[in-house]
């Protein structure tokens, strides 16, 4: 077998070892699984890691002391890096959170956005030309200076190939690029766009424009490239990949170009494939993982919590896509293309039942359809909100008002009928990645359940991914219980993927991107398109944004019903500085693309 070597580690050596230590997990498992049992019932006295104490020892071939271990995956690709071609990299293992760096970024948890490889843009007043302004200090991981002609390299490249490209579209909007020098970039757009500047922004996990350095993608074959190591500008760079123990391996970039704004202090970050969640818990109880993945860790780190054990954090955080039920709006589907019915459909929704008893952990119900951020707060117009509370309150009367109303109404043996024909639903779900029934599917059997009452027989189904995504692409459904989002530096990004002028599809033709509840609604077009030539900070353009708030509320083309809260553990017996409830200085997903901002942030704690 063949092993990764070098600075300074005997792989080999470290790979034995581990091999023993299975071998003796395998033999004690009987053993293992009564300890966390009790850890979980607290029916023994808690050891020392219980008690917040490091076991000593290691699951990573790097000190201990010196590196932070995250969890995540799965992961399938190690010995690739191109961010271009689907399955080209593993996104979620370091690279996009430690390696890739961005010209700005959006501090979710803030609401503040933040200048980085870039340090301004501005717009010429028809705003069909954007000049770019970049740092003059900023350098590749393997010293070269980062210019604008590598923005303008990436550009072309990505024009060049858009049909091979991932998420290449937005380009075609770039006619022209001028150089004028090594650090400035000016865009010539097609069309008025006050928001092109958005392309370049990290929202969550990446932005549309990641910069590549000409020097090392210059005449490589886009579709085979590896860019194994990677080379970008972020603090860390990639130390080596052990595929057969799930590592990903980063270590400090010695020459990072903005050390004096942030130099993180430790020397290894290590991603690790997470095991199974027996394994994961244990490892995480003796801190030889910093961060779990599996979805049992926030029961088992509030256990933890529960024993005494002071080094465990538990943070919460509202993530983009909120959830939702989503009408297929089309206006063949009858009854379902009424706005009414869609009102009907939200006031059968328990919202409060939901988050009481589904939601796993403490949650909101929606009032707006988008999340709610320090930024987002801005949009809000409490008025508007509580003319149309009415639709958000869980009331079957009304929502069986609401149907009669709409001439469905009961015939033979209670159940509802319209022009004649009996009603009936379905309402589909994505299959969960754990192989459970998720949140979404208990939802979606519960809106089942009082659809039934009322008089419309309606069923739940699971579906699997490929399955799911034909069904949901042709408008084949009559509702969808999944995630929504879009709205996270301005409004128009919910409103323009509802423009059906721009992505309505019949039903039986894909939509592949944009409206793919098959909305139309003329008055609603009208006020995106008047948004779209506006200027987003402008205040000229509020009182459209408070019509287009209204025409969504009126129309209902998705029922939002809570923000979703993902909690995230962590342990601080090696490091200190996690972002916390009390202190959320920043997103705490480690596979969004702000999380190089935690590494930033953390300090040793000593370990022991």
């Given at each position: ?10 792989v080999?050596?470290?790979?034995k070892w ?9 033999i004690?498992g ?7 049992l009790s850890a979980?019932?607290g029916?023994?006295t ?16 790097t ?5 932070v271990v ?5 992961f399938?690709?190690y010995?690739s890096f ?6 080209g990299e593993?996104?979620?293992a ?9 010209l700005?970024?959006l501090?979710?948890a ?5 200048n980085?490889q ?16 970049l740092d ?21 490249l990505?024009q060049?190939?858009?049909s091979?490209v ?15 020098d ?7 757009l ?5 928001r092109?500047?958005?392309n ?8 549309n424009l990641?910069?590549?350095p000409q020097h090392?993608?210059?005449n490589q074959p886009i579709t085979?490239f ?15 990949t052990i ?15 903005n050390k ?5 202090a430790p020397?290894y ?7 199974q ?5 244990e ?5 030889e993982?910093?961060?779990p ?9 509030k256990?933890?919590?529960a024993q005494?054990?002071?080094n ?7 993530d ?7 009408v297929?709006?089309d ?5 379902l ?5 869609r009102?009907?459909v939200s006031m ?8 009481k008893?589904?939601w ?8 707006y ?6 930024n987002?707060k801005?949009?809000e117009n409490?008025?508007?909100a509580n ?5 958000r309150?869980y009331n079957?009367t009304m929502a ?6 709409l ?14 024909k009996?009603?009936?639903l ?6 969960s ?9 208990i ?6 359940e ?7 027989p309606?069923s739940v189904?699971q ?6 995504n034909?069904r ?6 009559d509702?969808?219980?999944e ?5 996270l530096?301005d409004?128009y ?12 599809e019949?039903?039986?033709t894909n ?6 509840m098959r909305?139309k609604d003329?008055a609603?077009?009208?006020l995106?398109?008047k948004m ?8 000229s ?22 923000q ?5 553990v ?9 972002p ?5 200085y920043?997103?705490?997903s480690?596979?969004?693309g702000q999380?190089?901002f935690?590494?930033?942030?953390l300090k040793p704690a000593?370990g022991?």
């Amino acid at each position: 077998m063949e092993h990764n070597q070098g600075d300074g580690i005997d792989v080999a050596d470290f790979l034995k070892w581990r091999l023993n230590r299975r071998n003796l997990l395998g033999i004690a498992g009987a053993g293992v699984a009564t300890g966390l049992l009790s850890a979980c019932t607290g029916g023994d006295t808690p050891t020392a890691a219980a008690k917040g104490k490091s076991s000593g020892q290691s699951i990573v071939p790097t000190p201990r002391e010196k590196t932070v271990v995250i969890d995540q995956g799965p992961f399938s690709v190690y010995n690739s890096f191109n961010p271009l071609i689907p399955n080209g990299e593993q996104y979620q293992a370091g690279v996009a959170q430690l390696a890739k760096e961005y010209l700005f970024y959006l501090n979710l948890a803030t609401g503040k956005l933040l200048n980085w490889q870039g340090k301004s843009w501005s717009y010429n007043a028809t705003f069909d030309e954007m000049t770019l302004n970049l740092d003059p200090t900023v350098t590749w991981s393997d010293g070269k200076p980062f210019t604008s002609a590598d923005v303008e390299f990436t550009i072309s490249l990505m024009q060049k190939n858009a049909s091979q490209v991932a998420n290449g579209e937005w380009t075609k909007e770039v006619t022209s690029m001028t150089v004028p020098d090594a650090h400035t970039v000016v865009f010539h757009l097609d069309k008025r766009d006050p928001r092109f500047h958005y392309n370049l922004v990290c929202q969550i996990i990446s932005a549309n424009l990641l910069v590549l350095p000409q020097h090392v993608w210059a005449n490589q074959p886009i579709t085979t490239f590896k860019n194994n190591p990677p080379i970008y500008t972020g603090p860390y760079k990639l130390q080596k990949t052990i595929q057969n123990l799930g590592l990903f391996i980063w270590e400090k970039q010695p020459n990072y170009w903005n050390k004096s704004t942030m130099d993180p202090a430790p020397e290894y970050v290590v991603f690790r494939n997470a095991p199974q969640s027996d394994q994961e818990n244990e490892n995480f109880k003796n801190a030889e993982i910093d961060s779990p993945a599996q979805s049992t860790a926030y029961d088992y780190a509030k256990s933890l919590q529960a024993q005494g054990n002071k080094n465990i954090i538990i943070t919460s955080f509202v993530d983009s896509d909120q959830r939702a039920m989503i009408v297929n709006c089309d206006p063949s589907r009858g009854a379902l293309a009424d706005p009414r019915f869609r009102y009907a459909v939200s006031m059968l929704i328990d919202r409060q039942k939901v988050i009481k008893s589904v939601w796993p952990v403490p949650t909101t119900a929606d009032t707006y359809p988008w999340p709610t951020y320090p930024n987002t707060k801005a949009w809000e117009n409490s008025e508007l909100a509580n003319k149309y509370k009415y639709i958000r309150e869980y009331n079957p009367t009304m929502a069986g008002k609401m149907l009669d109303q709409l001439g469905i109404k009961k015939g033979a043996g209670g159940k509802r009928q319209l022009n004649g024909k009996a009603l009936s639903l379905q309402v589909i779900t994505p299959q969960s990645s754990s192989g459970t029934q998720a949140q979404e599917y208990i939802v979606g059997q519960l809106l089942a359940e009082e659809l039934t009452k009322l008089g419309i027989p309606a069923s739940v189904k699971q579906l699997s991914t490929a399955v799911y995504n034909t069904r949901v692409a042709k408008g084949q459904y009559d509702i969808r219980s999944e995630w929504f989002g879009g709205a996270l530096l301005d409004q128009y990004q919910l409103y323009e993927q509802l423009n059906s002028k721009l992505y309505y599809e019949p039903i039986g033709t894909n939509a592949l991107s944009g409206d793919n509840m098959r909305f139309k609604d003329a008055a609603f077009d009208t006020l995106v398109e008047k948004m779209a030539l506006s200027s987003p900070t402008a205040a000229s353009s509020k009182p459209t944004y408070d019509q287009a708030l209204e025409q969504f509320f009126i129309q209902q083309p998705v029922i939002t019903y809570l923000q979703t809260v993902y909690t995230h553990v962590f342990n601080t017996t090696y490091w200190t500085g996690w972002p916390t409830n009390d202190n959320l200085y920043n997103v705490p997903s480690d596979w969004w693309g702000q999380f190089m901002f935690v590494i930033g942030a953390l300090k040793p704690a000593g370990g022991h």
